[in-house]
């Protein structure tokens, strides 16, 4: 899968993380401890499972996933995320964080599980990105994939990932809850399972943890000008500050 392998973003991914690894670690909607609850129930892993934590930052999926009795490798790209990764997963070792892209042909399973949260709109090739995991898991193993989408509709989608892109240089794109899903089917993973969920991100901090490429008040005009989309919808407080109503989805496969 070296061919795969796109060296100057996973260089710029890596910058971007490593800047920004403090402040997303304490972000609301990294950290939300029902949301992780939540991923943890609709992954429904058998117990003592072995899984991938593909992306897997500063280790606030790995460590609800461990909290849940199975056992983890973690990759990232960052290895400030990496670092962070240890520190909060040290006192056992159940867990393994690797520092480097989920395509290495170093890493190998077979895995019971891959899970990826947050990972899927930072990524260039999104089928190879699911063909990857399904490589790495056993017949009968597991895609679990957690990712902030965007509209169905062609339009809406170009302006909210413009904006997106805007405010962080690595931004691929947020697709449409049912691209995810054909992503799944055309991976060759059975008895799909989805589930949306809205979440709310504060303007401020969540531009304020970015990598922009473009200044605050340009990117804030935009959501107020609109047209908006679904996933991204923009709504202004009555103290002033800009709240953004996302949407998210929860895609489980299982490889046949
Ligand atoms: C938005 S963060 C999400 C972190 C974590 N999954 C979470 O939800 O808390 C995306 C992470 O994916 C990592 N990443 C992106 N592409 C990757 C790849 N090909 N291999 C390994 N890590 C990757 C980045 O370095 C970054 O730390």
């Known amino acids: 899968m070296a061919e795969h392998h796109h060296i100057d973003h996973d260089d710029a991914l890596a910058a971007a993380f490593d800047g920004q690894a403090a402040r997303f670690e304490r972000a609301p909607v990294q950290t939300d401890p029902e949301a992780l609850a939540r991923l943890v129930r609709f992954a429904d892993l058998a117990p ?8 897997c930052g500063p280790g606030l999926v790995s460590r609800a996933f461990l909290d849940s009795g199975h056992r983890i490798v973690g990759v990232d790209l960052s290895r400030e995320m990496i670092e962070r990764a240890r520190l909060r997963c040290s006192e056992t070792d159940r867990v393994t964080f690797l520092q480097g892209s989920i395509f290495d042909s170093t890493l190998v399973g077979p895995f019971d599980a891959c899970i ?6 930072h990524v260039i090739d999104p089928p190879t990105f699911l063909l990857r995991q399904v490589e790495l898991l056993r017949p009968g193993g597991i895609v679990v994939l957690n990712d902030h989408t965007s509209s169905p509709d062609p339009h809406q989608a170009a302006w909210h990932n413009a904006i997106e892109t805007l405010r962080d240089r690595t931004h691929t794109a947020n697709l449409s809850p049912g ?3 054909d992503l799944f089917a055309a991976s060759g993973l059975d008895l799909i399972r989805v589930v949306e969920e809205v979440f709310t991100l504060d303007f401020d901090e969540w531009f304020d943890r970015g990598t922009p490429t473009a200044p605050k008040p340009q990117v804030r005009s935009l959501i107020d000008a609109g047209p908006r989309s679904r996933g991204f919808v923009g709504r202004t407080l009555s103290g002033g500050r800009l709240q953004i109503e996302c949407r998210r989805v929860i895609v489980r496969g299982v490889k046949p």
Not at 48 to 55: H, I, K, M, R, V
Not at 116 to 121: F, K, P, T
């Open 48 to 55: 003592d499972s072995l899984l991938l934590d593909a992306g």
């Open 179 to 181: 691209v995810i899903v």
């Open 116 to 121: 990826s949260r947050y990972v899927l709109h």
